[in-house]
C-alpha cells in the first residue's frame, strides 16, 4: 500500500464501521431518543384517535389514518434533524477540527451523518405506525407502504436541515431551538393542518416551506389528490440547499485548525 492509498481511501473516508460507531454513540442519547420516538406517538393518540375520527372518512382511509401518517412525517422530520444537530457537540469538542488532520471528505461526512440520521428517521416512522395500527388508524394496505416509505426517504431534507443547524447553533440548545422551529414550520407548511384551509395566501406561503413537500408526498397514497410536481420540487431545492450548506460549514470548520 502507497502513501497515497493511506491518506486518500476509498470513498472519501466513507465505511459502515464509523456508520456503526456513530450510531452507537448516537443511541445512547436517551433525551434524543424519547423526544423522537415517544412524543410524535403520544401526539398521534392524543389529537387523532377519538371516535369521530376513526368513523370520518379521508381518500382510501379514515381521518385517524391521515393524521397518523401527519404525526409519522413529525417525528421523522424530529428524528432526522436531532440526528443531523448532533454535530453541534463534535464542534464543542473540537472534533470537527481534528477532522480536518484526516484524509475523510466533507461529503463523506455529510453522507455519514445523513445516513445516521435517516435510520433514526425509519425507526421513529415504524414506532408511529406500529401506534397507529392498535389506535383505529385505517389505511389500505398500499398506503400504510406506501406513506411510510415516502415518509421516511422526503425525511432527507430534515437530515440535512439538522446538520446544516448544527453547524450554524451551540451544542448547549441546538433542538432547543430546532423543536419549536419544526412546530412552527409544520403549522406553516400544513402539515397540522391541510393547506386547503390555510386560504389561499398562507396556502401560496407554504408550498415555499421545507414541510410542504414532505407532507404532501407522503400523505399521496392516502389522499390521492396534491400536486405531486411541486411537492417534490420543494424537497429536491430544499435538501441540495441543507446538504450545501452543511458541507459549506463543515470545510469552514476544519479550515480553522
Do not use: H
Not at 33 to 53: D, K
Not at 120 to 126: F, K, N, P, Q, R
Amino acid at each position: 500500500m502507497t502513501v497515497l492509498d493511506r491518506t486518500l481511501p476509498r470513498f472519501g473516508g466513507f465505511s459502515l464501521g464509523m456508520i456503526g460507531l456513530e450510531l452507537r454513540r448516537m443511541l445512547r442519547n436517551k433525551r434524543t431518543i424519547i423526544f423522537t420516538l415517544v412524543m410524535p406517538a403520544a401526539f398521534f393518540l392524543l389529537f387523532g384517535s377519538s371516535a369521530e375520527y376513526r368513523t370520518e372518512r379521508v381518500g382510501d382511509g379514515n381521518v385517524t389514518g391521515y393524521v397518523l401518517v401527519s404525526m409519522a412525517v413529525y417525528g421523522a422530520m424530529l428524528a432526522t434533524t436531532s440526528g443531523g444537530a448532533m454535530v453541534s457537540i463534535e464542534r464543542a469538542a473540537g472534533w470537527s477540527r481534528q477532522l480536518r488532520l484526516t484524509p475523510l471528505k466533507p461529503l463523506a461526512y455529510v453522507a455519514v451523518k445523513l445516513l445516521l440520521a435517516m435510520i433514526i428517521g425509519a425507526v421513529s416512522v415504524a414506532v408511529a405506525f406500529a401506534v397507529g395500527a392498535v389506535g383505529g388508524a385505517e389505511l389500505p394496505l398500499r398506503a400504510w407502504i406506501g406513506c411510510g416509505l415516502l415518509a421516511w426517504l422526503c425525511s432527507l431534507v430534515f437530515a440535512a436541515f439538522g446538520l446544516f443547524m448544527g453547524y450554524l447553533l451551540p451544542s448547549e440548545n441546538v433542538m432547543q431551538i430546532l423543536g419549536p422551529a419544526l412546530a412552527v414550520l409544520s403549522f406553516a407548511g400544513g402539515l397540522f393542518v391541510p393547506v386547503d384551509q390555510l386560504g389561499s395566501t398562507f396556502a401560496t406561503i407554504a408550498t415555499f416551506t421545507p414541510v410542504y413537500g414532505v407532507g404532501e408526498i407522503a400523505r399521496y397514497p392516502l389522499v390521492q389528490d396534491g400536486d405531486l410536481w411541486v411537492a417534490a420540487l420543494n424537497v429536491i431545492v430544499w435538501t441540495a440547499l441543507f446538504s450545501a450548506g452543511a458541507m459549506w460549514r463543515f470545510r469552514r470548520d476544519t479550515a480553522r485548525v
